[in-house]
């Protein structure tokens, strides 16, 4: 169970903590409160909330801010330098001028969000697209019945990427189409999500409904990985069988 922690019990904390260990709030709520230009800096807030909460300015380098929900908050000119911000909830914060300097946003939901002056560098983890911004490329998707489809993106192809490492494009030629030893071949495969989407070998595959969105998962596009190696990680993970919550991010159209 989640423990409401109010702005003076924080203060003290922080006044009061051992700077040489990491800080623990996890698990806690914050809500209705002004934290603006705050240190918390080395701080864990693994699975915390913050609900009507003002963050602009904070400094929380190289704390751990995964799962933490931060919807609808003011984030701007905060640092996040070194952070750890796992599957973090940013949907619709206001994101203008954060430093994410060596932080690692896998998976951190950044729909709909303001990112204008976001300033990263060479150790930002999973900011950049995870397949290539221009030219042709090769990759790999799952289909009913633990078929294996091996496509050519071409350069011409939209595509994108958000913070997983699941890629969209809006059109592929099928290469092949196998089981997952790459042993038996097979003509065709079908969307797990549309059964009217096929894939069918030496033919183009079109999305008419791609979002270019970069910061969407969970909508129109072809959905591919970049390595063969995650496609099958994938398939093992739903076991041949569909499932709605982990075929939500294969909207074909």
């Given at each position: 169970?989640?423990?409401?922690?109010?702005k003076?019990q924080?203060?003290?904390?922080?006044?009061?903590?051992?700077?040489?260990?990491?800080?623990?709030?996890?698990?806690?709520?914050?809500?209705?409160?002004?934290?603006?230009?705050?240190?918390?800096?080395?701080?864990?807030?693994?699975?915390?909330d913050?609900?009507?909460?003002?963050?602009?300015?904070?400094?929380?380098?190289?704390?751990?801010?995964?799962n933490?929900?931060?919807?609808?908050?003011?984030?701007?000119?905060?640092?996040?330098?070194?952070?750890?911000?796992?599957?973090?909830?940013?949907?619709?914060?206001?994101?203008?001028?954060?430093?994410?300097?060596?932080?690692?946003?896998?998976?951190?939901?950044?729909?709909?969000?303001?990112?204008?002056?976001?300033?990263?560098?060479?150790?930002?983890?999973h900011?950049?697209?995870?397949?290539?911004?221009?030219?042709?490329f090769?990759?790999?998707?799952?289909?009913?019945?633990?078929?294996?489809?091996?496509?050519?993106?071409?350069?011409?192809?939209?595509?994108t990427?958000?913070?997983?490492?699941?890629?969209?494009?809006?059109?592929?030629?099928?290469?092949?189409?196998?089981?997952?030893?790459?042993?038996?071949?097979?003509?065709?495969?079908v969307?797990?999500?549309?059964?009217?989407f096929?894939?069918?070998?030496?033919e183009?595959?079109?999305?008419?409904?791609?979002?270019?969105?970069?910061?969407?998962?969970?909508?129109?596009?072809i959905?591919?990985?970049?390595?063969?190696?995650?496609?099958?990680?994938y398939?093992?993970?739903?076991?041949?069988?569909?499932?709605e919550t982990?075929?939500?991010?294969?909207?074909?159209?």
């Amino acid at each position: 169970m989640k423990k409401i922690i109010e702005k003076e019990q924080l203060l003290d904390m922080l006044k009061n903590r051992n700077k040489n260990e990491r800080l623990d709030l996890r698990n806690c709520i914050f809500k209705d409160m002004d934290l603006s230009e705050l240190d918390l800096r080395n701080v864990d807030l693994d699975w915390s909330d913050f609900e009507n909460v003002k963050l602009a300015n904070v400094d929380f380098e190289n704390s751990n801010l995964s799962n933490v929900f931060l919807e609808h908050a003011d984030l701007s000119n905060a640092s996040f330098k070194n952070c750890t911000l796992h599957a973090t909830n940013l949907r619709y914060t206001d994101l203008t001028n954060v430093d994410l300097s060596g932080a690692d946003i896998f998976g951190a939901n950044l729909e709909e969000s303001k990112m204008d002056g976001i300033k990263t560098d060479e150790n930002t983890k999973h900011y950049k697209m995870v397949c290539p911004e221009t030219g042709a490329f090769l990759a790999w998707k799952t289909c009913f019945n633990t078929r294996l489809v091996r496509l050519l993106i071409p350069a011409d192809a939209r595509r994108t990427s958000s913070t997983l490492n699941t890629c969209r494009c809006d059109k592929a030629k099928v290469l092949a189409v196998t089981d997952p030893t790459e042993t038996v071949k097979f003509d065709e495969a079908v969307s797990y999500v549309d059964g009217d989407f096929v894939y069918k070998v030496g033919e183009m595959a079109y999305a008419k409904g791609f979002n270019p969105d970069r910061w969407r998962d969970s909508t129109g596009g072809i959905h591919f990985f970049m390595t063969k190696e995650e496609a099958l990680g994938y398939l093992m993970s739903i076991s041949g069988e569909q499932s709605e919550t982990v075929t939500d991010w294969t909207k074909e159209k």
